[in-house]
């Protein structure tokens, strides 16, 4: 029962352009999603989260997008560098029943 | 300083054994989690407890048992190794439930391999 997809395993960007990851989801009650970000070796580390009552939310770089009527959020990362070349996890939390839910990763690979 | 640590890094045992894993958190959060990341690389919750209290417990087998003995620790024991088991398992700690941010701090995951 996957409640939050990540339909693209790997993602391949040249440097300087704009990294787009997507994430799906199915549970129409999720209330807050976040972006996770994982280097080989090491656990997920928070990105940036954006509210079910917002649609977009700017942090430097970063840029989460939500499209609640589409079930869909997005993370753009521009310019994309070298160094955010990792696994990106999509969550998404329901606030009734305490879950959080991650979608199978994206991997983004940054080429110079 | 590690905020949330966990042992082993690496654990190679045989099937039917029984191992554990633990887990310290130094932020000073109420709630710590066990997740458990499977071959097709998707993170699964498997258990949490918030101030050494039992909060989810997800359909695992109960060979697997968490033991909290204080809220800065919650360790994972499993019994009667199965080769299914083999994954990757995160501890994270959170500052509340999943209720308001969500920010989780990971640890860096503990690879266990059941041959």
Known sequence: DQQVKQNSPSLSVQEGRISILNCDYTNSMFDYFLWYKKYPAEGPTFLISISSIKDKNEDGRFTVFLNKSAKHLSLHIVPSQPGDSAVYFCAAISYNNNDMRFGAGTRLTVKP | DTAVSQT?????????????????QNLGHD?????????????????????????????????????????????????????????????????????????????????????
């Open chain 2, 8 to 24: 082993p890094k690496y654990l190679v045992t045989q099937m039917g054994n029984d191992k554990s894993i633990k887990c310290e």
């Open chain 2, 31 to 115: 709630t710590m989690y066990w997740y458990k990341q499977d071959s097709k690389k998707f993170l699964k919750i498997m258990f949490s407890y918030n101030n050494k209290e039992l909060i989810i417990n997800e359909t695992v087998p109960n060979r697997f048992s968490p033991k909290s003995p204080d809220k800065a620790h919650l360790n994972l024991h499993i019994n009667s190794l199965e080769l299914g088991d083999s994954a990757v398992y995160f501890c994270a700690s959170s500052q509340n439930l999943a209720g308001n941010t969500g920010e989780l701090f990971f640890g860096e995951g503990s690879r266990l391999t059941v041959l």
